[in-house]
């Protein structure tokens, strides 16, 4: 990368299963104050402004109207992405290293819990014309993936139920995880089929919540803060959007975003050179394949292997999720990638108390759009 960006503020508020009494705005507002002042800086010193939301969640066109205001934006250069929170720190990194901004502030958010028809509005991303009319609920399509993957990667329903397992017990230790719980994977065995072969328990539950992150140049960071955690490399890429010619079995969109990131990061054995890795578990299968995707294992089978000797818990040699992920944490829309994101940074500050993943200095984050879409984005963050 020609010049280096850090991230040298972070604020969010505690997720929660629902928000009834606060506005978006206020979620926003709060998180803005705390990652404002854990850059002390203020809002008049930043030069550019990205949120990240989709106008069929939000209930309004053209959401970028919406935030100025909280985000201290006024006349200032704004826009949106109709994307997940890592694209947008990969658009404030690209306007940093173009030169048209020193500082540049990134928002995403969740009022999950306002979406009363979830299920309306993800049939909006279905083809009108081939998928639409079928009538069926889009989650189908994790589980009709799900079953792909599992009879093509050699994996096992009872190594996804440990994914589950581990990552709801990790969030035993997270103060911001919505659904901890102490859980073997006979508790999840036993839930009952959403679609065959994906469990209920299987599913990343919703929560409201709000993340901020101010970037830097390098000649800025050095400027305003002691330790910039430092963003070393980012991919992002779209597999087909047709439910017809995409792949069924790999997360190809991943491969190809790591690909990208680990070459802007001179990565070549990412499990040798990342101490932990933050990726999007939205459904439990695909902890699993997107580990594959980021050429973790030579072979398909050993990710299951490696969560079923405890390989990629915390305290192993490649841990996973240690913040709980979506399934412990709760399913936060576009703020899902920006919460692995604070992980990640809290990781390398050292400052993730019981969770601490012992000398990190190096992590991955991986995020996913969601059914029934095929985009991702990986992002490499580093301490000196």
């Not at 030169?99 to 969740?110: I, N, P, R, T, Y």
């Not at 009108?128 to 050699?154: D, I, K, S, V, Y």
């Not at 779209?238 to 070459?263: C, G, I, K, N």
């Not at 200095?361 to 995020?367: E, F, I, Q, R, Y």
């Amino acid at each position: 990368m020609p010049e280096r960006v850090g991230i040298i503020g972070i604020g969010f508020t505690t997720p929660q299963v629902a928000t009834p009494l606060r506005s978006f705005k206020e979620l926003i507002f709060e998180a803005a104050e705390k990652a404002y002042l854990d850059a002390a800086i203020e809002p008049a010193l930043i030069d550019s402004f990205v949120t990240c939301a989709e106008d069929f969640n939000e209930g309004v066109s053209i959401f970028d109207e919406y935030t100025p205001d909280q985000l201290g934006a006024v006349q200032k250069p704004m826009h949106t992405l109709t994307e997940d929170g890592l694209y947008g720190i990969a658009d404030a990194a690209m306007q940093i290293e173009a030169g048209l901004a020193d500082l540049v502030a990134v928002e995403a958010h969740s009022k999950a819990s306002n979406i009363l028809t979830p299920g309306w509005v993800l049939d909006y991303a279905l083809d009108p014309l081939w998928n639409r009319p079928l009538g069926f609920n889009p989650q189908a399509l994790a589980g009709l993936e799900m079953n792909a993957f599992l009879h093509e990667a050699g994996i096992t329903p009872e190594q996804c139920a440990r994914v589950v397992a581990k990552n709801r017990t990790h969030a035993l230790r997270n103060p911001l995880a919505v659904y901890p719980l102490r859980l073997k994977p006979d508790g999840v065995t036993g839930s009952p089929y959403l679609f065959y072969p994906l469990r209920e328990a299987e599913v990343a539950q919703p929560a409201d919540g709000c993340v901020v992150v101010v970037l830097a140049s390098e000649r800025k960071a050095r400027e305003l803060c002691p330790d910039p955690i430092w963003v070393k490399g980012f991919g992002f890429a779209s597999d087909s959007p047709s439910l017809e010619s995409r792949s069924w079995v790999s997360a190809a969109y991943a491969s190809t975003a790591a690909q990208f990131a680990y070459r802007q990061a001179g990565i070549r054995n990412p499990r040798d050179e990342i101490d932990l890795f933050e990726v999007d578990d939205s459904y439990a299968y695909k902890e699993l394949q997107h580990l594959i995707a980021l050429n973790l294992y030579p072979a398909a089978v050993e990710a299951g292997r490696a969560v079923e000797s405890g390989e990629t818990q915390l305290g192993g040699p490649t841990p996973v999720n240690v913040s709980g992920g979506a399934l412990g944490m709760g399913s936060m829309l576009e703020a899902s990638g920006l919460y692995r994101i604070v992980e990640l940074v809290v990781q390398l500050r050292c400052q993730a108390g019981s969770r601490q993943v012992a000398n990190a200095k190096t992590g991955l984050a991986l995020s996913w759009r969601g059914v029934p879409t095929t985009s991702g984005a990986v992002m490499i963050l580093g301490a000196e």
